[in-house]
């Protein structure tokens, strides 16, 4: 079983992440006992769904799915409701933090992505609590005239060990991009890929530094460094291997050029 786990998430790493949904689909019909593995191992494209108790967006992940029904952080309740209890839901104390989260994240949202939905949902455990940040923007300016379609998905999990006056943090952060372009000059053009990073921190923990000031500084942080990575790596890199395959000057023009700087060194070489 642990050696068909690995495989299963090994080729996923090798697929095209664009299609990441029918590669999972895929798999779960081939090995449907790796089903919940596979689903709480593999991140995908975040879903949106509408509360109709608080009339709002939220976004559907597994950590708020309770059977076939999802949690919403807004009005704490299941949609489709659960008929045997209210379903798995934060203590008291957990989901004041809970609330608290979502209104400062939906502020960040607001300032760092001029748009999209996000959602905070967090669960008790042992020694502390655990929460998952979810981020999803979707741009699409086809209908401007600007022939581009993007989406942006960050799924942040923070493990939090309280020690009363002190926080151990663990952060896991994924990062989905999807970019979509075409044009009668360069065709149709996908680029699309997936970066996973994680850290460890200790922070205070005081009325004027709460869980989730610590929580957001931490996440704020890692999605600079990681827009900076996917900004060199599939942006940088793929404008390399296509210089790398056509130069944009004919070879004439640079043999011209090595020419003339062969013979400025040897003149200053006479000299």
């Known amino acids: 079983m642990t050696d068909q786990l690995d495989?299963?998430?090994?080729?996923?790493?090798?697929?095209?992440?664009?299609h990441v949904e029918?590669?999972?689909?895929?798999?779960?019909?081939?090995?449907?006992?790796?089903?919940?593995?596979?689903?709480?191992?593999v991140d995908q494209p975040l879903k949106i769904a509408y509360d109709n108790h608080a009339k709002r967006d939220y976004l559907l992940c597994d950590y708020n799915r309770d059977g076939d029904s999802y949690r919403s952080p807004w009005s704490n309740k299941y949609d489709p409701p659960i008929e045997d209890g209210e379903g798995a839901v934060p203590s008291a104390a957990l989901r004041a933090i809970e609330v608290q989260a979502n209104e400062v994240f939906d502020i960040y949202r607001d300032l760092y992505f001029e748009?999209?939905?996000?959602?905070?949902?967090?669960?008790?455990?042992?020694?502390?609590?655990?929460a998952v940040v979810l981020i999803k923007k979707t741009q699409d300016q086809s209908k401007k005239g600007q022939p581009m379609k993007g989406t942006w998905d960050s799924i942040h999990v923070v493990e939090v060990k309280d020690m009363k006056k002190t926080g151990h943090y663990k952060l896991t952060s994924t990062i989905m991009l999807s970019i979509d372009t075409e044009t009668?000059?360069?065709?149709?053009?996908?680029?699309?890929?997936?970066?996973?990073?994680?850290?460890?921190?200790?922070?205070?923990v005081s009325d004027a530094s709460p869980h989730v000031t610590n929580i957001g500084r931490m996440i704020e942080e890692m999605e600079?460094?990681?827009?900076?990575?996917?900004e060199h790596i599939y942006f940088g890199k793929t404008k390399e291997v296509v210089a790398t395959l056509r130069n944009q000057i004919g070879n004439a023009e640079l043999e011209k050029r090595k020419n003339l700087s062969n013979q400025i060194g040897s003149a200053l070489g006479g000299k």
Not at 115 to 130: E, H, I, K, N, T
Not at 224 to 230: A, C, D, F, Q
């Open 224 to 230: 600079s460094k990681l827009r900076m990575t996917l």
């Open 7 to 18: 495989c299963a998430l090994d080729l996923m790493r090798r697929l095209p992440p664009a």
């Open 184 to 204: 009668e000059a360069s065709g149709s053009v996908n680029l699309s890929g997936s970066l996973t990073r994680q850290e460890e921190k200790d922070f205070p």
């Open 115 to 130: 748009g999209g939905v996000s959602s905070v949902y967090c669960w008790d455990l042992d020694d502390g609590f655990a």
């Open 22 to 41: 029918d590669h999972l689909a895929g798999l779960l019909d081939l090995v449907p006992d790796l089903t919940e593995d596979l689903l709480s191992a």
